[in-house]
Structures are given as C-alpha cells and as structure tokens.
C-alpha cells in the first residue's frame, strides 16, 4: 500500500497568514493527488485534484504542487472558513490512500 | 445539484450484518464510479470499496475483503454496501461518494459525498 504522511498534524496560525501543508508518498504517484478540507461533523469537500488543479468553486487563495513523492497545499491570507482539517490522497494506486489529516486552528 | 443520502446504518453486535444504501439525485448514476469511504470516531479517512458504473468492476481494501460487498443497482439509482462479520473496528461514519469522470475507465478522485451514516459495531 501506498502510505501518505502529512506534516505537521497540526497547525496554528492567524488570519492573514500564508500556510503551507506537505504530504508525502511512500512511492511515485506521478500526480494523482488530490486535497479535502472537512469540518467537525461534516463530509469532507475536494479542494485540489490532480496536484494543482483547483475544484470549481475553491477560492484562488488555495493551490496545490508537487509531483512524484513531494506535494504541498498553500493557502494565501488564511480567512475564517479556512480554519479546518485538510487531507490529502492517492489515487494513483489501490487501495486508495488518505494521509492522516492536519487541523489548522486558531493561533 | 448531485445529492447523495445515506441510509442504514446503526447499532450492531460483533459478529453481525448491516446492508448500507445510498441513494442519489442530480446526476446520471449509472455512468459514474461510486465510492465507500469511512471515518472512525475522531480518526482519519479510510477508503473502502468502489464499484464501476455497470457493476463490473469492484475494489476494496484488504481490511474488509472477504466481509464487504459493494453493490449497485442502477435502475434503482442505488447503491449499496454489505456488511458482514462486523467488528469493532468497523465503527465508523459511512460516507457514499461519486467519481468526477462521467463512463471512465480508471477512477479519480473523490468529487461529490454524501453526509455519511453511522455504524456502531458493540455489544
């Protein structure tokens, strides 16, 4: 299986800030990746897909790289809505894999 | 608007059978991929099974093979999830989810999702 690591678990920061989540592949998933933000007691909601496409309707704040192994969300000028956890997952290969979550809270 | 509900779901003893339903509006059902993917209390996404849009195709992951099926039935535009030999560590939150591609070969990622059911594996 494919293991995704996120880093950090969690995050704290402010309103405005520039935050950036890394997630990592145990091997090369080219770049079928794909980033979900959820919220307490809410289904998680695709941000990015295919590394760095942006989902219709996802604020341009948000952007995704990366390629092989090595992959970052980048949220510019964090705003309120933006406080949640995020994940990132492989559908590169089965079983498809979800990294194991950041929370982004409130510094 | 794609609108995916669950249903099914509840308490259940170690040992026991749950059937999982999803039913869904919005969208032509029968020509997408359809995803379980499930969250323990207070844990992280775990992927579970997906089924191709004819039924042909299934996948799962190991944890469950052998216990789970995943079926569909697109004239009822439903899918379903059977659950047997449950335990424990099958308490989750069971959420339905469709494929972004219409009639692909090679399923993506995880585009619409329902707002998931609960399962309760305890005695």
């Known amino acids: 299986d494919i293991q995704m690591t996120q880093s950090p678990s969690t995050l704290s920061a402010s309103i405005g800030d520039r935050v950036t989540i890394t997630c990592r592949a145990s091997q090369s998933i080219s770049g079928w990746l794909a980033w979900y933000q959820q919220k307490p007691g809410k289904a998680p909601k695709v941000l990015i897909y295919?590394?760095?496409s942006l989902e219709s309707g996802v604020p341009s704040r948000l952007s995704g790289s990366g390629y092989g192994t090595e992959f970052t969300l980048t949220i510019n000028s964090l705003q309120p809505d933006d406080f949640a956890t995020y994940y990132c997952?492989?559908?590169?290969?089965?079983?498809?894999?979800f990294g194991q979550g950041t929370k982004v809270d409130v510094k | 608007e794609v609108q995916l509900v669950e249903s099914g779901g509840g308490l259940v003893q170690p040992g026991g059978s749950l059937r999982l339903s999803c039913s869904n509006s919005?969208?032509?059902?029968?020509?997408?991929?359809m995803n379980w993917v499930r969250q323990a209390p207070g844990k992280g996404l775990e992927w579970v099974a997906n089924i191709k849009h004819d039924g042909s195709e299934t996948h799962y992951v190991d944890s469950v093979k052998g216990r789970f099926t995943i079926s569909r039935d697109n004239a009822k535009n439903s899918l379903y999830l059977q659950m047997n030999g449950l335990r424990a560590e099958d308490t989750a939150v069971y959420f339905c989810?469709?494929?972004?591609?219409?009639?692909?070969?090679?399923?993506?990622?995880?585009?619409?999702w329902g707002q998931g059911t609960l399962v309760t594996v305890s005695s």
């Open positions: 295919k590394a760095s």
């Open positions: 919005g969208f032509a059902f029968s020509s997408y991929w």
């Open positions: 997952q492989q559908y590169s290969n089965y079983p498809r894999t």
């Open positions: 989810v469709r494929d972004p591609l219409y009639f692909s070969g090679w399923p993506e990622y995880f585009q619409h």
